[in-house]
């Protein structure tokens, strides 16, 4: 059976008055819903019975569960077990500028990077709009706190899940539904290039970051197999026709990797490739687990990486390290559970 949070408000007002219903009772249905944040349709007190009656027969309202958290300072990790007993994570973190979630959009990840935990399945499906919505409602509930900054760079890649991820935005950003601004909301992939020039001519405001993690096509080809597909001269040219078109900054991310693509010969290399661009980059320490190799950045490599940057002119930060005491990479709380039953 579909959940009810798989529709948009304008999708939901289209099937209702096809039924023969008015638009106000998608406005009511949403704001029980999103407002409210009702557990079964018998709680909508206010709309008719026949028609609660249509929803419990063709709907469910909940659909995934948390069935493992981890807790540190500023962060809480969740695994969540879905409807086909599939297991997804989501991490909660505190940050100065407000209440931050990152979410999975998948089950699996066919990119198949090298220092990644979550590629280490491979794709079992995409995620549906709703399993992405009830993510972010469940942990709100959980955490009695509103989330301020989204983030979708989980398991899986956002864009090769494209329609239900468009969907979802619409969901999240409607003033009735979850009401979270688009400037508040990133997407992130690791280069579908195909998928980057649709999304420039979507009419959405939200946030654009690539996973760079390498300043040339032979260490990325290394490290990243989507770069054989859509080598950097080739995305690097997508996200400067998104920034045109759009007039938007882009984030590039940079996992910090031990003698992979850390030294300062990287970092020259990665100033030349972005120089002039309306970007930053956020330099990300290495969350090192067992099943792969990879080392963590010392901190005064990266601490020297930030420095050439900065003094190429590149906008630069370093992303504040969360939870050594929880299975801190994406992935890893997921991976642990499944071997550990």
């Keep these: 059976m579909n959940s009810i949070y798989d529709y948009s408000l304008s999708k939901l007002t289209e099937l209702l008055l096809e039924l023969g219903y008015k638009k106000f009772n998608a406005i009511q249905i949403y704001e029980w819903l999103y407002k409210k944040r009702v557990k079964s349709f018998d709680e909508m007190t206010n709309i008719k019975k026949e028609l609660i009656e249509y929803l419990k027969e063709h709907y469910v309202i909940s659909s995934i569960k948390i069935i493992n958290k981890q807790e540190d300072t500023d962060v809480c990790k969740y695994l969540f077990n879905l409807s086909d007993n599939q297991k997804v994570e989501a991490v909660y973190m505190k940050h100065d500028y407000g209440n931050s979630l990152c979410i999975s959009t998948q089950v699996g990840c066919n990119m198949g990077c090298a220092f990644c935990e ?50 979802f935005i619409d969901i999240v950003n409607d003033p009735k539904g979850i009401e979270l601004g688009s400037r508040h909301i990133t997407i992130s992939t690791s280069g579908l290039v195909p998928k980057i020039k649709e999304f420039t001519n979507e009419p959405k405001q939200v946030n654009l970051a690539i996973s760079l993690h ?3 096509n032979e260490i990325r080809n290394k490290i990243m197999p989507v770069n ?83 003094k190429n002119g590149i906008n630069v930060t370093i992303r504040r390290e969360f939870g050594s005491k929880v299975d801190a990479a994406c992935g890893q709380l997921r991976a642990n559970y499944e071997e550990g039953k």
């Design 214 to 216: 390498a300043p040339n």
């Design 228 to 310: 054989k597909a859509y080598p950097l001269e080739v995305l690097m040219q997508a996200v400067k026709e998104y920034i045109k078109i759009t007039n938007r900054r882009v984030t590039f991310e940079y996992i910090m990797i031990s003698d992979v693509n850390d030294h300062d010969k990287e970092a020259l290399e990665l100033a030349h490739l972005l120089k002039g661009m309306n970007c930053y980059v956020n330099l990300i320490p290495y969350n090192e687990t067992s099943h792969i190799e990879f080392k963590k950045s010392s901190k005064e490599r990266i601490l020297a990486f930030y420095d050439i940057l900065k």
């Design 118 to 167: 979550s590629g280490r399945l491979k794709k079992v499906r995409n995620l549906k709009s709703s399993e992405l919505i009830e993510q972010i409602l469940m942990i709100e509930e959980n955490l009695k706190l509103r989330i301020t900054h989204l983030v979708l760079m989980g398991i899986g890649e956002p864009f090769d899940n494209y329609e239900n991820v468009m969907n």
